[in-house]
């Protein structure tokens, strides 16, 4: 495949073949990642971080609709699948800077080696590979292909479902 047809989806393509179960599954790293946010922002309480998650949130949600518009109304509503391409990273960075403004006050150390102690080690190396896929996948998958969505969203699942066992292991 040439890196001209990866990533077809464009506001004038209506991805075919997406089916509600595909949808259900698009929402289950969704939700996940929202059950990590609550931990790690129960533990570090900072407003910002707290704004990251959900603007991450929204946009992944946003993203699940516009997936179950594709597949009910046959419809691309471009402005749904395009924000994740904005949001995503804003939301992200923001809980990035969290963590820098907050750095005096998290015990970085010990949390370092919580997480590094068997079994939760386990399961964030689980997660960090499945992103690490995730990142690889933008690149190397079509995201209108049917096929590629489910690769997409099985191993995003995977990933976060293991992250929130792993961070469940630190509580």
């Known amino acids: 495949m040439s890196s001209n047809s990866r990533n077809k989806i464009t506001r ?10 595909l949808c259900i599954v698009d929402f289950v790293p969704v939700i996940f ?7 790690v922002g129960s533990v570090i309480r900072s407003p910002l971080f707290i704004l990251g998650a959900a603007v ?11 997936k179950i518009l594709v597949v009910v109304k046959k419809k691309n509503v471009w402005p749904l699948f ?3 391409r904005i949001a995503m ?13 907050g750095f005096g006050s998290i015990d970085f150390p010990t949390i370092f080696h919580a997480a590094i102690l068997f ?27 049917l096929r590629a969505n489910w690769i997409e969203q099985i191993t995003n699942s995977l990933s976060q479902i ?5 961070l469940l292991f630190l509580l």
């Open 12 to 21: 004038d393509v209506v991805p075919e073949n997406f089916s509600l179960a």
């Open 82 to 84: 395009i924000q994740m």
């Open 33 to 39: 990642f929202g059950l990590c946010c609550i931990v």
């Open 119 to 145: 079994p939760q080690i386990v399961f964030f190396i689980i997660g960090l590979t499945g992103m690490a896929l995730m990142c690889a996948f933008v690149v190397l998958l079509d995201s209108s292909d």
């Open 162 to 166: 293991s992250f929130f066992i792993g």
């Open 89 to 101: 990273p804003v939301g992200f960075l923001i809980m990035i800077v969290s963590f820098i403004v």
């Open 56 to 66: 991450c949130l929204v946009s992944g949600t946003i993203k699940v609709v516009w």
